[in-house]
């Protein structure tokens, strides 16, 4: 019953508020989920082809499907196939070893695997690419409970694997108390926090418009002044290391004009994700203004500063991208400095950056040039 407000408490977000499809699709898994195991308590009055084969495809393709919409939320799709492959594969062993090779462990098993695999995607992609931010607020926890999730699922197979079970999942108390007590908690849970992320994207819409570069999806200059100010306060207060790259591409005026300012946008943003990939979730990247951008690296030593400069010159240089038919790309060129103690703010680090950034300029572009005093 609980699992069944939660539906429509989903249902009334989307029909009332956000007609988003993402929002649709989590509303459509968490159905599928209810009506299977709606299904599977009727299994005095149905045939075992509903109670036990369509009730585990349901429940199974409602965690896929919470997967493949949560994948679409967070903008990291998954691919539709992933989605159907779970619940039709576990389907297909379920169905196999009930009516032509009984077999109640496997059976389980095949359950277990198709629910951890589809709240592990589901995990994986809240807690493995939210940046710093709101989002984490939201997106952590249900992360999180999808973690725990995945560990109800094992611990299912554990208990298949160790003890001899009943051949009715029902008619054995201590499992019915694990399977309700995670159904009703863990999955109500979910559904509480994936309503909170939908209900705070437009509060972070707006942050987005504020302090993101529309095109790149860097932090624009305000965004990143407020994030960095936290994170050089950190390094001061702990006296830990801080170091910045100041990057710059080269020629990009002659390109937007062999090329077009189409092509330009298609390359800045191809070059933001490509960068986004080399950093960790704690560094700062920022589309500082036109073809310059600045990434802060906290906690970072100087010389594992130039690392990983060298490494997004060399990654930038391998770039391509095509427009209307035509492979074209282009170069950086990056200065880097680091906090120091007379240093004593954090625009003192920029300049210095960008000092070395115009000798790279000047020693011919397409280098990484140091900040001779960090």
Not at 63 to 91: D, K, L, Q
Not at 235 to 246: E, K, V
Request: include cysteine; hydrophobic fraction near 50%.
């Amino acid at each position: 019953m609980s699992m069944a407000v939660q539906t429509l408490a989903l249902a009334y977000v989307w029909f009332g508020h956000f007609r988003d499809r993402a929002v649709a699709e989590l509303f459509l898994g968490l159905a599928m989920i209810v009506s299977g195991v709606a299904i599977a308590l009727s299994r005095p009055h149905l045939d075992p082809i509903f109670t036990h084969v369509l009730a585990v495809t349901l429940v199974t393709g409602g965690h896929a499907y919470h997967a493949f919409a949560v994948g679409r939320f967070v903008g990291r799709p998954v691919p539709a196939s992933v989605a159907i492959a779970i619940p039709v594969a576990v389907s297909v062993v379920f169905a196999y070893f009930f009516y032509v090779q009984p077999r109640f462990d496997i059976r389980i098993i095949a359950f277990s695997l198709g629910i951890a695999t589809a709240s592990g995607i589901g995990a994986a992609l809240l807690l493995g690419t939210t940046p710093r931010g709101p989002l984490r607020n939201t997106h952590w926890p249900v992360g999180a409970l999808l973690v725990l999730q995945v560990v109800f699922a094992i611990l299912g197979i554990v208990w298949v694997l160790t003890e001899d079970p009943s051949e009715d999942l029902f008619e054995n108390a201590r499992l019915q108390t694990v399977w309700f007590s995670q159904a009703i908690i863990v999955i109500n849970l979910i559904t509480l926090g994936l309503c909170l992320m939908i209900t705070q994207r437009p509060q972070l819409d707006l942050d987005r418009q504020v302090n993101y570069d529309l095109l790149t999806g860097a932090l624009n200059r305000p965004g990143f002044e407020r994030s960095a100010e936290a994170d050089w306060s950190h390094s001061i207060r702990h006296d830990t290391h801080l170091s910045l790259l100041a990057l710059d591409l080269d020629g990009f005026r002659a390109f937007n004009s062999s090329f077009g300012t189409e092509a330009g946008d298609v390359w800045l943003k191809a070059f933001a994700e490509m960068v986004r990939g080399l950093l960790r979730r704690e560094d700062l990247l920022c589309r500082f203004r036109g073809e310059e951008f600045v990434i802060l690296l906290p906690g970072t030593p100087f010389e594992a500063a130039l690392q990983a400069a060298e490494r997004i010159r060399r990654e930038a240089e391998r770039l391509r991208i095509l427009h209307r038919g035509t492979e074209v790309s282009t170069t950086i060129s990056v200065g880097a400095a680091a906090r120091t103690s007379d240093r004593l703010t954090l625009k003192s680090v920029m300049a210095a950056a960008d000092r070395a950034l115009h000798r790279a300029k000047a020693a011919g572009r397409n280098r990484v040039e140091a900040d001779e005093r960090s």
